[in-house]
């Protein structure tokens, strides 16, 4: 069983930084794509940033140039670095895990940042 355990999350103020941990355990090919996604209040899941096991990556626009998105394939933990951090990037932020036909996702942790 796959399970994605997220860990970061808090209350920032704005300009602020915080990263995020997702530590993903289970059974979990060397090949897979890793990422972030956030759901704000009221509004739909959205991308935030993607990592494949190689090591490309692709962001949303709205976080390009603040957010870096890492992993560590020996410790099966994707990471996503958060800078200048705005009061529209207040979501829940949740790990997303997927190789083949299979998808995981992290129960969340929360991000607020205040103005």
């Known amino acids: 069983q796959v399970q994605l355990v997220e860990s970061g999350g808090s209350l920032v103020q704005a300009g602020g930084s915080l990263r995020l941990s997702c530590a993903a355990s289970?059974?979990?090919?060397?090949?897979?794509?890793m990422g972030w996604y956030r759901q704000a209040p009221g509004k739909q899941r959205e991308l935030v940033a993607v990592?494949?096991?190689?090591?490309?990556?692709k962001y949303a626009d709205a976080v390009k140039g603040r957010f870096t998105i890492s992993r560590d394939n020996a410790k099966n933990t994707v990471y996503l670095q958060m800078n200048s951090l705005k009061p529209e990037d207040t979501a829940v932020y949740y790990c997303?895990?997927?190789?083949?036909?299979?998808?995981?996702w992290g129960k969340g942790t929360l991000v607020t940042v205040s103005s």
């Open positions: 997303r895990a997927g190789w083949g036909s299979m998808d995981y």
């Open positions: 289970g059974s979990i090919p060397s090949r897979n794509v």
């Open positions: 990592i494949i096991s190689g090591g490309t990556t």
